[in-house]
């Protein structure tokens, strides 16, 4: 039988080459029209502990993955204890038949308590507790086997191919896992071998010897096994379709909107970002012009942040990158940036807190951070952007909210969008507006002001070296020109000019990318960032059981646009707050703004990002009375 969405995994040991597998898999199946949704989770370390790679596979648009898996692709023993039992029952599990005798206790890299929990599973199963008690335990619940030795085909390929260094060669096993999955699900070998070259494009010896050991392997597979009961065929494949990485949207918008200067300290997971605009930091602009931006590592974030504001003074639009940990050490200057009216744009990408938390690992733990960071009162904006497709354009609009408004943008992100992967539409540079506000290319006479008192509270923007436009730049409270004051009445003046900015944006952003509509209903979803991908996917599936559920999606979160959220929910008797943190930070402001209490929360605070599966469960609890007031969600080895 043909299936049109299935979720493919592969695991291994960090360093092992999974997310090469898992970029062979999806650019081939890209290439075959299909649409993509991947994620990778990856431990805090460099090698060694278990990375594993799921990509979802579908004839249609999908926006999540799902708690649940169709093949797995195991080359190592740790992979099959962790997410063997996630299959589905009618999946398959593609392993390596040398492992089967390996014993829990062998594997050094499963912590206590999960280890722990194997070992009650197994005894609860009456299996050993090995990879044969746990692929036993699959087969009874009717899941497909498909041992094959790695090793052994590796060593088939090395006497054909005359070269005994391919036996040992245990880097290959990935493509290997890659080569046996696309045999048995049906796909076309040409596809995988063309896949594998564009990947390995930079080291084609090795592309090339991958391409050998993936064509023996699908030759090996299609012909010891029957094809698997699921199946992927090409479709056509719609026009301007790219398959593209969270991180790759947001550093391209930058580059489309035009900033010229980023600095950053390296960080998981933001430094993918200034990684990627490092290897393309020249390029082509309109009329075949050549651009460039400079991308600066700094030895820590209060130099990035110290960098950024200086590269603004001079007119440059600019960004930096972080992470919570880094974004703590910004902090103070993120003030000074606020008492000076400067324009810059953070681009925090969220991960588990506090402190070092899970380095790796997915959150939403950051927004009230983001809201009140820094000392004493300064107005910011807060904005988040919930998949790929809304990052690269919300990029750009970070920018001109920055400078029309002179003030820090917060650009809400966090690991999930960073790495994960999908199908989307070609992005449109032509969509991308640039505004720089009132910034002057020309000041006629002296005596100009910098923070002159306007009626709209905007002052014009001299930029470093332009004639007649000399200013001052203080960590102080300033006269109009910059100098140091601590008249009470200037004070007022200055303190309050800058708070009327939050006024001046909350009627000055469209409405629309305020706040993103998708339905109303008695009962409605309320959330923020990344969540919306699953949320969508889970409210459709309700939708065909029936169920009418509303969603909005808050993307301005400070200023926190009240009166219009208020008056969208006036008719909804049931509110649901779905978010990746433990305090239901977005409730709390909607308790705040709203003058009503969150009716349900939906929370996910394990590090791993939420499914469409848990959502379209939780939900359909509420709507069935069957539900806590507080649902906490766990599924993700």
Not at 165 to 182: A, E
Not at 376 to 398: L, M, Q
Not at 586 to 609: A, E
Request: net charge neutral.
């Amino acid at each position: 039988m043909q299936s049109t969405d299935l979720t493919w995994v592969i695991g291994g040991p960090q360093g092992s080459g999974v997310e090469t597998a898992a970029n062979i898999f999806s650019n081939a199946c890209a290439a075959l029209g299909l649409k993509i949704f991947g994620k990778r989770e990856f431990y805090s370390n460099i090698k060694g502990e278990h990375s594993y790679f799921a990509v979802r596979v579908s004839d249609r648009q999908v926006h999540s993955n799902v708690s649940g898996i169709t093949v797995l692709a195991a080359f190592d023993a740790e992979t099959l204890f962790r997410h063997a039992d996630d299959v589905y029952r009618d999946g398959a599990i593609i392993c390596d038949s040398d492992l089967v005798q390996t014993k829990v206790d062998e594997v050094p890299t499963l912590d206590p308590p999960f280890k722990s929990r194997l070992i009650r599973f197994l005894s609860s199963k009456k299996k050993e507790p090995s990879v044969q008690g746990m692929l036993d335990s699959c087969k009874e619940r009717g899941v497909q086997l498909y041992p094959v030795s790695f090793k052994g085909i590796l060593s088939s390929l090395a006497d054909e191919m005359q070269n005994p260094r391919l036996k040992t060669m245990i880097r290959m096993l990935n493509v290997i896992s890659v080569s046996i999955s696309f045999g048995l699900l049906g796909l076309p070998p040409s596809t995988l071998l063309k896949s594998i070259q564009s990947v390995f494009s930079s080291k084609p010896q090795i592309g090339e010897i991958n391409k050998q050991a993936a064509n023996y392997a699908y030759n090996f597979v299609t012909a010891k096994f029957a094809k698997f009961k699921y199946s992927l065929e090409p479709i056509a494949k719609e026009p301007d379709t790219i398959l593209i990485q969270g991180h790759q949207a947001t550093g391209l918008a930058k580059i489309a909107c035009g900033c010229r200067f980023q600095s950053y300290y390296p960080i998981t997971p933001a430094s993918d970002e200034s990684l990627f605009l490092e290897s393309n930091e020249v390029f082509e602009v309109e009329n075949n012009r050549p651009g460039s931006i400079l991308v600066v590592q700094t030895e820590d974030e209060i130099s990035a942040i110290g960098m950024v504001i200086g590269a603004s003074l001079t007119g440059t639009r600019s960004a930096t990158s972080t992470s919570g940990p880094g974004f703590s050490l910004m902090a103070e200057s993120l003030g000074w940036a606020g008492i000076n009216e400067v324009p810059i744009v953070i681009t925090l990408y969220q991960r588990s807190g506090p402190s070092t938390g899970l380095p790796t690992r997915h959150g939403q733990d950051d927004l009230l951070f983001a809201i009140h960071a820094g000392h004493g009162d300064f107005p910011r904006i807060v904005y988040a952007s919930g998949d790929i497709e809304e990052s690269f354009y919300d990029t750009a609009k970070c920018f001109n909210y920055s400078e029309i408004f002179q003030l820090p943008v917060i650009h809400m992100t966090d690991k999930f969008l960073a790495s994960t992967i999908m199908t989307c539409k070609r992005f449109d540079p032509s969509l991308i507006r640039i505004d720089r506000g009132k910034l002057l290319e020309k000041i006629e006479e002296q005596g100009y002001k910098r923070f002159a008192l306007t009626e709209d509270g905007i002052s014009p923007r001299s930029k470093l070296g332009l004639e007649n436009g000399i200013f001052w730049n203080t960590g102080d409270e300033s006269d109009e020109e910059g100098h140091i004051s601590e008249d009470p009445i200037n004070r007022v003046q200055m303190m309050d000019k800058r708070a009327s900015k939050i006024d001046l944006a909350l009627k000055t952003i469209p409405r629309e990318d305020q706040v993103v509509n998708f339905g109303l209903s008695k009962v409605c979803v309320v959330s923020w960032g990344s969540t919306k991908g699953p949320i969508l996917d889970a409210l459709d599936m309700l939708k065909r059981d029936g169920f009418d559920v509303g969603f909005i999606q808050i993307k301005l979160l400070h200023p926190f646009p009240a009166e219009h959220v208020k008056s969208m929910l006036k008719d909804t008797k049931t509110i649901i707050d779905i978010e990746a943190n433990q305090s239901a930070q977005l409730g709390s402001l909607l308790d705040r703004y709203l003058d009503r209490k969150v009716d349900y929360y939906v929370l996910k605070y394990t590090g791993r990002p939420m499914t469409v599966t848990e959502i379209y469960n939780s939900v359909k609890k509420v709507l069935e009375n069957k539900a806590e007031k507080r649902q906490v969600l766990t599924f993700g080895a």
